[in-house]
């Protein structure tokens, strides 16, 4: 009966932890802001619909919803994994509201082409506003989760163990890292592709370097490599 018990405990404790990275993942390491996102059903049909068929009329019926789906972009929260992207996003965020405004005056007026030339540069600050947001590849946002938790949750508190529990995992993401299609790196890097393969390595190695550090339980040893660590992931998304 009392080896039933501990089992039980076991099994609510194995839980309880598996719940708890639930919660992180879909409160604070999902990148995406519902707000914004929302905001592509209107997008779609000003540059999907109206735009092509120069639907003047159609054009300036969106003033309304895209002026409250302005304000709730404006209010919106960032998640805590792109909190580093906050700066750049409130400076995107003065451009895009430019572009609203610049919309609601063309919509007062006659001008057709105004209206239009409006709604081409809400779509592109649109775009703009989701492109800093968004991960650099799906194997580098993946990486960044896990990372995530634990220079922004485990370390701070010292959790050693819950690091070492999950270094496995990083370290597989990590070696993805390394295998990211090159067309698509040449693609989003051009001149820069070439800094990708020794920053993803070094990435990787220092990855594979604190989970052996971490077996020491020399805590300035572990501190030392988590902070490189970090500072390697930062110097590969600093390359896009």
Request: net charge neutral; no cysteine; proline share 3%.
């Amino acid at each position: 009966m009392k080896k039933l018990f501990l089992f039980a405990v076991l099994i609510i404790f194995l839980f309880a932890g598996k719940t708890t990275f639930a919660q992180l993942d879909s409160a604070e390491i999902n990148w995406s802001v519902p707000e914004l996102f929302k905001f592509h059903d209107v997008i779609y049909l000003i540059w999907h619909e109206a735009y092509p068929a120069k639907d003047v009329n159609a054009l300036k019926g969106f003033v309304p919803e895209i002026k409250s789906s302005m304000e709730k972009i404006n209010n919106a929260k960032l998640p805590g994994i792109v909190r580093e992207k906050e700066e750049k996003w409130k400076e995107g965020l003065i451009k895009f509201n430019e572009t609203a405004a610049n919309y609601y005056k063309a919509a007062e007026g006659t001008d057709a082409q105004a209206i239009l030339d409006a709604a081409e540069n809400l779509h592109s600050n649109f775009e703009m506003m989701v492109r800093i947001l968004k991960p650099v590849a799906k194997e580098i946002d993946e990486y960044h989760k896990v990372l995530y938790v634990i220079y922004h949750k485990y370390f701070p508190d010292k959790k050693y163990n819950d690091i070492l529990g999950v270094m496995d995992d990083l370290i597989a993401k990590a070696d993805a890292v390394t295998k990211v299609a090159e067309d698509k790196l040449q693609k989003r890097l051009k001149e820069k592709f070439t800094g990708y393969a020794p920053a993803a390595k070094e990435l990787y190695d220092n990855t594979v370097a604190l989970k052996d550090i971490l077996k020491t339980n020399d805590s300035t040893k572990i501190d030392a490599s988590v902070e490189k660590m970090h500072s390697s992931y930062q110097k590969l998304e600093e390359l896009f």
